[in-house]
């Protein structure tokens, strides 16, 4: 699939996997210039984020239909650091769904150096109502 040019930092590469790209921030780093660990998960987040936009609607869209997403569980393996001024790309796909989760599987690398992962993570989502209570997975993320 082509590069989607209407939105900067998303590439999408496959109907299963999405490519969002970000840039490592003075913010984002701690005294070394080394991304602090917990920022990951930032970017994990925006890529999920991204993931669903591009696949199927915007997370708002769910939320008015009454779709609060959380996570459920996070597995994260740190291979190598991500440093101040890395241009980063988070590949995401769904790995599989059941009825009350979705296990989203996302892989950070640096850009243009796609063989070398620096951070590995499943994470598990479930869908909650806005007061709570656990709801079924949407019908549609079956299919990715």
């Given at each position: 699939m082509a590069?989607?040019?209407s939105v900067p930092g998303?590439?999408?590469v496959a109907p299963t996997e999405l490519q969002f790209e970000c840039k490592v921030y003075y913010e984002d780093t701690d005294c070394?210039?080394?991304v602090y660990h917990a920022n990951y998960l930032k970017y994990l987040e925006r890529a999920r984020t991204e993931y669903v936009a591009e696949r199927l609607a915007k997370v708002e869209?769910?939320?008015?239909?009454?779709?609060?997403?959380m996570v459920h569980k996070i597995e994260m393996v740190f291979h190598a650091p991500a440093r101040l001024g890395d241009n980063l790309v988070v590949r995401s796909w769904v790995e599989h769904t059941t009825?009350?989760?979705i296990v989203v599987k996302q892989i950070i690398i640096k850009k243009g150096e796609p063989r070398d992962y620096l951070v590995t993570a499943t994470v598990t989502l479930v869908?909650?109502?806005?007061?709570?209570?656990?709801?079924?997975?949407p019908g549609e993320f079956h299919e990715l």
């Open positions: 590069d989607q040019t998303k590439k999408a070394m210039g080394v869209d769910y939320h008015e239909r009454g779709f609060l997403f009825r009350y989760r869908t909650v109502t806005p007061d709570g209570q656990l709801r079924e997975v």
